[in-house]
């Protein structure tokens, strides 16, 4: 299976590589960054490399997109989730943004502002556009995901729901949890079948498979890219099943300590522990 990871130099650089196993190959030689090699469309070129091994256990994994231009998040996309929330289907999918200085890697703390007492998790399956999208048809989709990879949306819920408009609860920094790894579109084969399950502390919190989304993703990346151009490297998130925090009787935010999972079927653990910030 063809991963890929972004991880950080001791100097803070970002370097790339392909995973294989407890070993990461750097490429960074060949493109100076994944979103730059999926821009270039040369990753399957790289399926096999092994130049320049260095152990995963020595590397601190960055976000699998670091920078992405742009990151696309579709709200109230499970069933599940709709019905926790108890309102009918949106007429449109509900289309939010996020900053790409939100982002932390697998690994890193997930950042609970102290302007909040109600920090929350949402697991998600993001993807990684291929090449340039823009009014791209349902039956072409997937022609534009390179592939895929775990997202943990945590999300500030009072600064979320203070208005209509969701931006001030969502990109807050260090809460938008990516990782640990980019898995080939071709490696997943039919994404449907991914299954997610998010964990606090051990506990399941959230069961889903992606065949459980509302609109599903060739019609999440026609509706996207009708309104706005995707980039080679631009993330769309996917929505997140039900089973989040705040709709738990009681509630089950998140605080200091917790250890907070999202597991997918086939690209790994994304693991992040909630910490406090000033």
């Known amino acids: 299976m063809s991963k890929f990871v972004s991880y950080y130099r001791t100097d803070g650089s970002i370097a790339w590589g392909r995973l294989d196993g407890e070993t990461v190959y750097d490429a960074t030689s060949t493109a100076p960054s994944l979103a730059a090699a999926v821009a270039a469309g040369s990753l399957d070129a790289l399926a096999d490399h092994t130049d320049h091994p260095v152990a995963l256990s020595d590397i601190r994994l960055a976000p699998v997109i670091p920078n992405p231009g742009k990151i696309i998040c579709i709200g109230v996309n499970y069933r599940s989730h709709q019905d926790e929330i108890g309102k009918a289907a949106p007429a449109a999918p509900v289309v939010f943004a996020r900053y790409a200085d939100s982002q932390m890697g697998h690994g890193a703390d997930a950042l609970k502002p102290a302007q909040t007492a109600q920090f929350d998790y949402e697991g998600e399956v993001a993807l990684v556009v291929s090449r340039p999208a823009h009014k791209v048809a349902k039956a072409d989709a997937y022609d534009h995901v390179a592939g895929y990879a775990v997202y943990n949306d945590f999300s500030v819920r009072d600064w979320q729901r203070a208005a209509s408009q969701w931006l001030p609860g969502k990109t807050w920094p260090g809460t938008g949890g990516f990782g640990p790894c980019l898995v080939t579109a071709d490696e997943v084969g039919d994404v449907t079948e991914l299954e997610l399950t998010t964990r606090v502390n051990g506990e399941v919190r959230q069961h889903g498979k992606v065949a459980d989304l509302i609109n599903d993703i060739p019609s999440i990346i026609e509706y996207v890219t009708a309104?706005?151009?995707?980039?080679?490297?631009?993330?769309?998130?996917?929505?997140?099943?039900?089973?989040?925090?705040?709709?738990?009787?009681?509630?089950?935010?998140?605080?200091d300590g917790d250890v907070v999972e999202v597991e997918v079927t086939g690209l790994g653990t994304l693991r992040n522990t909630v910490r406090d910030v000033p």
Not at 227 to 255: A, I, N, R, Y
């Open 227 to 255: 309104f706005t151009p995707l980039s080679p490297g631009d993330v769309v998130v996917t929505g997140t099943p039900g089973g989040v925090g705040l709709f738990m009787e009681p509630q089950g935010f998140v605080v």
